[in-house]
């Protein structure tokens, strides 16, 4: 172990020497954050996602509803099975609002017409489009009661704060950013580490020392580790403080999990690094495996907006579990229970990589 300690502290002190690393490890990560920040920070939506969910059997509320859906140029009506279920995506920032029909929408009361009242749900964290949601559901409603000719209005729209704050874009985007970022230091980072000190020499003079390989591969991967995390503090500083990112999550629980998605990429960077002869070998082949995983792990784009074939197939991507489990924690305060099966997906991956690092690794 001592000589794991050593190792890992020599490789340190030639990474704070190397420009380069520094570039890649503090700087490429914020620039990242910076763009993605502000294209999400700020913007807004002109079409709404909406789950309507409709109590009522009436067929009053069945032409309400569709109305609703022929209003394509401001509305997108997502599918849900209860309010329960809308209430987890609007949590989510899987959609904008929600538009309950009681079940008494639409019967006929005493005075022989009928009545109801509209239940629209907004995130409080944006009452803004709650308002505005509501006061389109107005004018809908105001068409409704003109037709019915009566002094008192017989629909009525009605707001209601879920009570939950929800996810923005940035909030959503930057838990994704996060994940990354551990992404990066370990396919992009460790990949080329041995396979370069493989061209100059170093590991053959290291492979006839008594040091082991095992040894070799721990200590590298405790050192970049700890580059990944001295990466990931970065990032949060400058959400906190450019972006105002809140963390709705506990942090010991956060940090234990994002020690394990750290030391899951970084052992990828391993497995690859220990297995290629050279940079032609390691650079393609970590790509192969980022770019998928990037794109189709949520890291950058939801993946409740693939469809179900596709979405099945990443859900056994190594930075799948990963992303799902720092998002869950970071915006819906979930603790290890409710986090459970990314934790247990991301532990086997854990065991999985570093068994094939230890194997496939080669001296030359």
């Not at 929408?105 to 964290?125: D, T």
């Not at 551990?182 to 000190?197: D, K, R």
């Not at 709705?248 to 020690?259: K, T, V």
């Not at 980022?290 to 179900?308: D, I, K």
Request: aromatic share 14%; proline share 5%; net charge positive.
């Amino acid at each position: 172990m001592r000589a794991i300690l050593i190792f890992t502290l020599t490789q340190i002190k030639r990474f704070f020497r190397d420009p380069v690393a520094l570039f890649f490890t503090i700087l490429f990560p914020l620039i990242f954050l910076l763009i993605f920040g502000t294209i999400f920070g700020n913007s807004s939506n002109v079409n709404f996602s909406l789950a309507v969910v409709n109590n009522s059997q009436t067929q009053i509320s069945q032409e309400f509803i569709k109305q609703l859906e022929n209003s394509s140029s401001a509305f997108s009506i997502k599918p849900v099975n209860d309010l329960s279920e809308a209430k987890t995506k609007i949590q989510r920032g899987e959609i904008d609002s929600i538009i309950e029909l009681p079940a008494n929408f639409g019967e006929v009361g005493h005075n022989k017409l009928p009545s109801g009242e509209i239940q629209v749900y907004y995130n409080p964290s944006n009452p803004q489009t709650g308002q505005t949601i509501a006061t389109i559901m107005r004018g809908i409603v105001d068409k409704i009661n003109a037709g019915l000719t009566q002094t008192s209005p017989a629909f009525e729209v009605n707001e209601i704060s879920t009570g939950q704050a929800g996810l923005s874009q940035f909030d959503y985007t930057f838990s994704g950013l996060l994940t990354w970022t551990l992404m990066v230091m370990g396919l992009f980072g460790f990949s080329n580490q041995f396979p370069s000190e493989k061209k100059t020499g170093a590991l053959r003079r290291i492979q006839a020392t008594p040091f082991r390989s095992k040894q070799m591969i721990v200590g590298m991967t405790l050192c970049y580790t700890i580059f990944t995390i001295i990466s990931v503090i970065c990032m949060l500083t400058a959400g906190f403080f450019i972006f105002h990112w809140q963390m709705q999550g506990n942090w010991l629980i956060f940090s234990l999990f994002a020690l394990l998605g750290a030391l899951t990429m970084v052992g990828i960077g391993a497995a690859i690094s220990g297995w290629a002869k050279n940079t032609n070998q390691s650079t393609p082949i970590s790509q192969i495996i980022a770019f998928p995983m990037m794109f189709l792990s949520g890291t950058f784009f939801p993946r409740y907006l693939m469809p179900e074939w596709l979405k099945s197939i990443t859900n056994w991507l190594p930075l799948t579990p990963i992303n799902d489990g720092l998002r869950m924690i970071t915006t819906e305060n979930q603790n290890f229970l409710g986090i459970w099966p990314q934790l247990a997906m991301t532990s086997a991956w854990f065991l999985i990589i570093y068994i094939i690092a230890f194997k496939v690794f080669r001296w030359e």
